[in-house]
């Protein structure tokens, strides 16, 4: 009877453990938007920043929020959104191809049908919060976002970025 008892209890402690793993695994469903191919090649020089480690690009999530935070740390890599609209490629999603050098990203756009001009994946780790417009908020948390790849030109985080911003704040730039 003792054994009965203790198997019982096994099992059900080893069911409880799995009830609790597939509770816990809230991964979000999947967007339908995917990067289908990557090009990790950089050559010669560039006119923006290129990503900060080549090897990774293609491999951030597909569906980063838009815009916003006035500063970037980092170029993770540049994407080129090719728009499907109703025909059957990739199930009628849009999808991207990632790039680490800007210039191969534009000559790809430029030759691609139904492909939008390239954005660019910055990671932030100190930016500005807009929650409406002209209150602005200093955060010190990494954010990865895509911005329209001018929005670089200088918006490059120093260590007074945030505080220069905060004493003289400006409603242009990225938003």
């Not at 469903?29 to 050559?43: C, E, F, H």
């Not at 980092?74 to 790039?99: C, H, K, M, P, S």
């Amino acid at each position: 009877m003792k054994v009965m008892a203790i198997q019982f209890s096994a099992r059900l402690l080893a069911l409880a453990g799995v009830v609790c793993l597939s509770a816990c695994n809230h991964e979000a469903q999947p967007s339908g938007l995917v990067g289908v191919r990557a090009d990790r090649q950089i050559a010669g020089s560039s006119a923006y920043p290129l990503s900060v480690d080549p090897n990774r690009v293609g491999r951030y999530p597909p569906n980063e929020k838009s815009g916003g935070g006035y500063f970037y740390d980092d170029v993770l890599e540049y994407r080129v959104w090719i728009e499907t609209g109703a025909t059957q490629i990739n199930n009628g999603n849009d999808y991207f191809v990632a790039f680490a050098q800007y210039e191969s990203a534009e000559r790809f756009s430029k030759s691609t049908p139904n492909a939008e001009p390239p954005l660019v994946l910055v990671r932030q780790l100190e930016w500005i919060d807009e929650p409406e417009r002209g209150h602005f908020i200093p955060k010190k948390e990494e954010r990865i976002a895509e911005w329209q790849v001018g929005w670089l030109h200088d918006h490059k985080r120093t260590p007074n970025s945030i505080e220069e911003f905060m004493k003289h704040p400006r409603e242009e730039g990225p938003q």
